[in-house]
């Protein structure tokens, strides 16, 4: 294995052994968004990453970069931590209106306000970026910058969907990152939240 495999492992063991994303961000004091990627091996764990990590948990030095036969053994308490809060799945037809009767909800792997919720992305119309099967959390209540992906609806009562806000040549469009789907002008489209992001894998 190489050395970046070995905290891998070692990573995602220290998650199983705090029970959850969310102990083991509160006891590295960083984000469970920080946590995820890396027990998600979206992200790789550099030396001084790994040392920081070492001593804030009290683990011997080398720990994480260790082999298993060869460490230390964990600390047998880790610290607790206030439960992980829980983001409402709703519907795409009648979405941010039905928030008390979601679909189901998912943990958060970001800081989130009260008002937000997710989405189960069903069609390709952000495919590749966000591919079918991700759930996109959306907040209400910022603005939308260009770049954006934002949820609209067509027209009152109808279901909402997804774009990507840009701008070109001084006109607001709403673009589809699949090129099957023809760019929007975005006029008198009714504005339901910004996309602050997405996540493929459940914590």
């Not at 991700?134 to 934002?150: K, L, Q, T």
């Amino acid at each position: 294995m190489t050395i970046e495999e070995i905290r891998k492992f070692n990573f995602q063991r220290l998650v199983g052994r705090y029970g959850s994303q969310g102990r083991l961000a509160k006891a590295l004091g960083v984000s469970v968004g920080y946590v995820h990627q890396l027990h998600h091996c979206i992200r790789n764990i550099g030396e001084r990453s790994a040392a920081k990590m070492e001593r804030k948990l009290n683990l011997s030095e080398g720990w994480l970069s260790t082999p298993e036969e060869g460490q230390e053994g964990l600390d047998p308490e880790p610290p607790t931590a206030p439960p992980q809060r829980m983001i409402p799945v709703l519907s795409w037809d009648n979405c941010p209106h039905n928030l008390a009767t979601p679909i189901e909800t998912i943990p958060a792997a970001w800081q989130t306000g009260k008002s937000s919720f997710a989405l189960r992305i069903e069609s390709d119309v952000t495919a590749p970026h966000i591919p079918v099967g991700s759930y996109v959390v959306v907040s209400p209540d910022r603005s939308a910058r260009v770049g954006d992906f934002i949820v609209f609806r067509f027209e009152r009562h109808a279901p909402v969907t997804i774009r990507q806000y840009i701008e070109e040549g001084g006109v607001k469009y709403l673009k589809s990152s699949n090129p099957i789907y023809p760019l929007i002008v975005w006029a008198d489209q009714e504005f339901v939240g910004v996309v602050t992001y997405f996540q493929k894998n459940l914590i």
